[in-house]
């Protein structure tokens, strides 16, 4: 592609001298308390974005003052698995500085708001002390790996959640730009040593995901994912993954040529060595083959619709050397993730705590860091942003047990709240055009009184919300999915399966909170007298109004 095709992004990428840019430079700007334009988009890459409080800027634009300016950083947490001397750091530094609280992400990781520029080379120096680091977290290039998280699902977890961690320290940039602006402050060594024979210059056209699936469970949303990897034992042997590429949750209102997408499962590999020979060839297809001169066609689910499944095939094989083999069946019963308290085949206890829209209240977050000061247990992030206590002997259940009752954990929510997920969205994120996370829980509570109406108060129907179309919260696989378009408006999309094997699809637009749950009220009545097979809410709306 011609130099003039390229888009911003990419010109900004080559110039950056592998991701450093001026951000030394930006960092020691005092007059200001965000960084130069073109840092903005090299510091994703490095695990935060640039953000400001949009609940604020008009009152500070009054005052002549600049945009409240902060920091997000999302830590790379391949699994979602960290120690509890891990979880207490990560809680000390929101306290030290953030603003205190802690997000669970969509991708199995931990997010702090609200950290001012500073104070950022202090609070990822304080990280890597534990062992944590962002790199790679977000940017154009593999970020973090995620996996299905409870241990529960198969005596093989450990082997199969391995994967996690081999497939992102294969994938991650060779760059020792990371090191250098925050840790070093000087060349950790030279240039040379830095060649980077997967992302070159320029990286990839945009972000790539990877995701790990241990059926039964789809926890993980496997076929939203640029490539996903779907365990398949056998006797009880891991006998290899199938692939599935070109997963996507992301579109642009009004551009009908951006579209979510669900995976395409290609075949089947049998071995460590061609698993993780796939999973580096596919990122080099998409690095050779995505578009780089519009970012909103970038994602490799629109490279592999150009190119042709089979076509995107024969590369991959030629790349690789060795055939794909025909895919193995599976089979997924479950998405939910498993709360509570439940015992693996090793005799160890996990706890799943339910926290609502991955946003840790103050209570549970003195709970969770009370449990880590004890240093019994490890810590598990969901892809459904909840977490997970594990590892725990028999007799230390009972000394977690007396903690949950100490700080009142165990909320009463419903079957329909805890299948519920938000995006971040307003105040921080600067595409959002709707509010999510800071709504939904009230919307939920709504339509829990239709439910109770209807008498079907316990019936476990996924909702999802985000404030734009980018999809971070996946709402594009859930039963309800409400999109948004505005303030106070969100596109509803229905239809989609309780197992994420099928997207919802547009329903009515531009909707208001009365037009909505009076569209719910009226769908569920509907379910209710007309559910004779029954099915699920999901595949019921896809039978009456999206079949012939």
Request: hydrophobic share 35%; net charge neutral.
């Amino acid at each position: 592609m011609s130099q003039e095709k390229l888009s911003p992004i990419e010109i900004i990428k080559e110039k950056s001298d592998g991701l450093r840019g001026t951000l030394k430079e930006s960092l020691a700007d005092n007059y200001t308390g965000t960084i130069r334009p073109d840092d903005e988009a090299l510091i994703k890459f490095h695990g935060m974005y640039a953000q400001d409080d949009r609940d604020r800027r008009e009152e500070r634009a009054a005052k002549k003052l600049e945009r409240l300016f902060s920091f997000m950083i999302r830590l790379r947490i391949p699994g979602g698995l960290i120690s509890s001397s891990q979880w207490k750091a990560i809680h000390d530094i929101s306290e030290e500085h953030g603003t205190g609280v802690l997000k669970i992400t969509t991708r199995q990781t931990i997010q702090l708001h609200g950290l001012i520029k500073n104070e950022l080379r202090t609070t990822i120096q304080e990280f890597l002390i534990s062992k944590l680091d962002s790199i790679a977290a977000c940017g154009d290039v593999n970020r973090n790996v995620i996996c299905s998280a409870h241990p529960q699902v198969s005596p093989l977890f450990k082997e199969i959640h391995a994967y996690a961690d081999k497939i992102s320290t294969l994938l991650l940039p060779k760059t020792q730009a990371y090191y250098e602006i925050w840790i070093d402050g000087d060349k950790v060594y030279e240039r040379s040593a830095e060649e980077d024979p997967l992302y070159k210059k320029t990286y990839l056209p945009r972000k790539f995901k990877v995701a790990i699936a241990i059926p039964p469970t789809n926890d993980i949303d496997v076929f939203a994912n640029d490539l996903g990897l779907i365990a398949i034992v056998k006797d009880g042997v891991l006998k290899g993954f199938n692939l599935s590429i070109g997963g996507g949750m992301g579109a642009t209102h009004g551009n009908a040529d951006t579209y979510p997408r669900l995976g395409t499962i290609i075949g089947f590999l049998d071995s460590e060595e061609k698993i993780m020979k796939a999973a580096y060839e596919i990122v080099t297809i998409q690095r050779d083959f995505g578009n780089r001169s519009d970012r909103k066609l970038s994602r490799l689910k629109y490279t592999l619709d150009r190119m042709g499944v089979d076509n995107f095939i024969k590369e991959l094989e030629k790349r690789t050397g060795f055939p794909l083999l025909p895919a193995e069946e599976f089979k997924f019963t479950e998405r939910t993730d498993r709360f509570g308290w439940l015992e693996n085949d090793k005799n160890e206890w996990f706890y799943t705590l339910f926290v609502e829209h991955g946003v840790i209240k103050p209570y549970q977050k003195s709970f969770l860091h009370e449990v880590a000061l004890l240093n019994i247990c490890d810590y598990r992030f969901t892809c459904n942003q909840n977490l997970i206590l594990g590892s725990i002997s028999k007799e230390n259940k009972t000394r977690i047990e007396q903690l949950i009752q100490k700080y009142k954990v165990e909320e009463q929510d419903s079957n329909l709240r805890k299948n519920s997920m938000a995006c971040v969205a307003l105040p921080t994120c600067s595409l959002a055009l709707a509010e999510s996370q800071r709504y939904l829980p009230h919307l939920v509570t709504k339509i829990e009184s239709i439910l109770k109406k209807h008498n079907i108060e316990n019936d476990a129907i996924s909702i999802r919300m985000t404030g734009c179309p980018n999809g971070c919260a996946r709402p594009y696989l859930a039963e309800i999915g409400l999109v948004g378009t505005a303030l106070g408006q969100y596109n509803l999309r229905l239809g989609g399966d309780s197992l994420g094997e099928r997207l919802n699809l547009p329903y009515k637009e531009h909707l208001n909170e009365s037009e909505i749950l009076l569209e719910l009220d009226i769908l569920l009545e509907q379910y209710v007298e007309e559910n004779k097979e029954g099915d699920t809410f999901g595949d019921y709306i896809y039978k009456k109004f999206y079949t012939s």
